[in-house]
């Protein structure tokens, strides 16, 4: 059974840091990971998706790298502002043999603050 | 575009009354999907359907159904609703096919069960 755990659970950090958010799976035949942050009170919104073939995938101060054999991701967030804080969420969809659809299963997201 | 909409946003039921929560996604997406998301517990798959007219069980499907009949829409249904129940609910859905299969989310419907 594919197990997703993401570290730290939570994490408080001064504005202008640089920050790493870690995820982790059991199960390495995966065929891609998405990261998503969780406004409070809001649904997910997709921030990164890394194909399995992928090393890594950028958007603007977020980069996100995929290291399939040791099973772990990471979220690097570049110059946090305040407004970075979020819950951020990390999925990753598992290859379903004969079928195109794959579970996609969830770590239990790091509660980032960032305050000025 | 609207992308994934859920209705309603809130609501309360007592235990043993029914409802039904709506998504409807307007991206002609072939895949939906029903989660919840409960503390501790992170987002769990209770359905999902991979075109119109078809369903399929998640990790959690017990105590709900789902219906497919408009590739738009795909609803969830509580027939006797329990306290466990209690959660917050999201709808998903994603392009057909394994090649590009980011899933957009709806905003989320807050569901009390007393």
């Known amino acids: 059974k594919q197990e997703v755990t993401q570290i730290p659970a939570a994490l408080s950090v001064p504005e202008g840091e640089n920050l790493v958010l870690n995820c982790s799976f059991t199960?390495?035949?995966?065929?891609?990971l998405q990261w998503f942050r969780q406004d409070p009170g809001k649904g997910l919104t997709s921030l990164l998706l890394?194909?399995?073939?992928?090393r890594e995938q950028t958007s603007g101060r977020l980069n996100a790298s995929l290291d399939k054999s040791s099973g772990r991701s990471t979220l690097y967030i570049a110059a946090s502002q305040p407004g970075d804080s979020a819950t951020y969420l990390c999925?990753?969809?598992?290859?379903?043999?004969?079928?195109?659809?794959?579970?996609?299963?969830f770590g239990q997201g790091t509660i980032l603050t960032v305050h000025p | 575009n609207a992308g994934v909409t859920q209705t309603p946003k809130f609501r309360v039921l007592k235990t043993g009354q029914s409802m039904t929560l709506l998504c409807a996604q307007d991206?002609?997406?072939?895949?939906m999907y029903w989660y919840r998301q409960d503390p501790g517990m992170g987002l769990r798959l209770i359905h999902y359907?991979?075109?119109?007219?078809?369903?399929a069980k998640g990790e959690v499907p017990d105590g709900y159904n789902v219906s497919r009949l408009k590739k738009q829409n795909f609803l969830l249904g509580l027939e006797s609703a329990a306290p466990s129940q209690t959660s917050v609910y999201f709808c998903?859905?994603?392009?057909?096919?394994?090649?590009?299969?980011?899933?957009?989310f709806g905003p989320g419907t807050r569901l009390t069960v007393l």
């Open positions: 359907s991979v075109g119109e007219g078809t369903t």
């Open positions: 991206m002609n997406h072939e895949y």
């Open positions: 999925a990753v969809r598992l290859r379903a043999g004969g079928t195109s659809y794959g579970k996609l299963t």
């Open positions: 890394i194909q399995s073939s992928q």
């Open positions: 998903a859905s994603s392009l057909t096919g394994v090649l590009y299969n980011e899933q957009f």
């Open positions: 199960d390495s035949a995966i065929y891609n």
